[in-house]
């Protein structure tokens, strides 16, 4: 059975949220906070030769941790992603919460890196309209779920904008809120009232960290830069709806909230090429100039 203290202080944050101006993961941060979403104007965007990040067993140079392949394309070149124990580190920002197995390290904010997912299981719950006032009404039901489950909780929460395109200035449709299981063993597929848990499969993504507060808005600001680096690259393309991975919960200030915006990709297919046969989850970095 699992520990009844990891539910207990979940709770807690869950009632500090719903006091807090009834914000969840969303919330109004300081305009400091915002301006921090992403990289400071000026941080290269255009495709470089890749650089290895620290969790990339794949590539030459980078520290071997198994199963973690991601690879720094563009952004902020020099940060990186501390990991302590079971927590993941950088500057004022910590993520204390363990990610699912096998996931790649949390993107700092302002780098952009290309990443492979693992297939996962996750609680789902989706709605439409408002995703930032969505994010509160999803997260209830969820809790439920994993409580139910006695499933301890990880790291991140995941959004997902079926058809946004990323303007800023309108409001995703239809979105889908997700808790991840650590390991697909602690709980079946199939329906439980409003969730529904599913196996997705592994998936491929240009992703940038950001930092401040959890909105539509500053996912907006993480997808321009995505697109501008795609617009680009002679070698990657967009392959579906964007998607956010938020890392903190209430309890950390806006200032220190980690998230990354992220886009699925794929190889371009050149004329008269074969379609690509690499596996997802081996990622080969970008080649020189992509």
């Not at 990040?53 to 020099?78: L, N």
């Not at 693992?118 to 789902?124: G, I, L, N, Q």
Request: hydrophobic fraction near 40%; glycine fraction near 10%.
């Amino acid at each position: 059975m699992k520990s009844v203290s990891s539910f207990a202080s979940v709770a807690v944050l869950l009632s500090m949220a719903l006091v807090a101006s009834g914000v969840l993961l969303c919330g109004t941060a300081p305009a400091a906070a915002d301006e921090a979403m992403v990289a400071p104007p000026g941080a290269r965007e255009a495709p470089p030769p890749s650089t290895p990040v620290a969790g990339d067993a794949r590539i030459p140079g980078a520290e071997a941790v198994p199963s973690d392949p991601s690879a720094r394309v563009g952004g902020d070149r020099s940060a990186v992603s501390e990991r302590r124990g079971e927590a993941w580190v950088f500057d004022s920002m910590r993520i204390e919460t363990p990610l699912p197995e096998g996931y790649p390290p949390p993107t700092p904010p302002g780098a952009i890196d290309l990443k492979t997912y693992p297939s996962v299981r996750r609680a789902e719950f989706t709605g439409s309209g408002n995703s930032d006032l969505g994010m509160n009404f999803g997260f209830w039901p969820l809790f439920q779920h994993i409580k139910k489950r006695e499933i301890a909780m990880t790291s991140p929460v995941e959004m997902e904008y079926t058809g946004w395109e990323g303007d800023s200035s309108s409001v995703a449709g239809a979105w889908t809120m997700s808790f991840l299981y650590r390991t697909a063993d602690l709980g079946p597929t199939g329906e439980d009232g409003k969730i529904k848990v599913v196996d997705v499969e592994p998936i491929t993504v240009l992703a940038i960290g950001m930092r401040g507060a959890y909105r539509l808005e500053g996912v907006a600001k993480g997808m321009a830069r995505l697109e501008a680096w795609l617009a680009e690259s002679q070698e990657w393309e967009r392959d579906g709806d964007p998607r956010a991975f938020y890392y903190n919960g209430p309890e950390k200030r806006n200032a220190d909230k980690w998230a990354e915006a992220q886009l699925p990709v794929r190889r371009k297919v050149m004329p008269g090429a074969p379609p690509s046969t690499t596996p997802p989850q081996q990622v080969p970095p970008p080649a020189p100039g992509s």
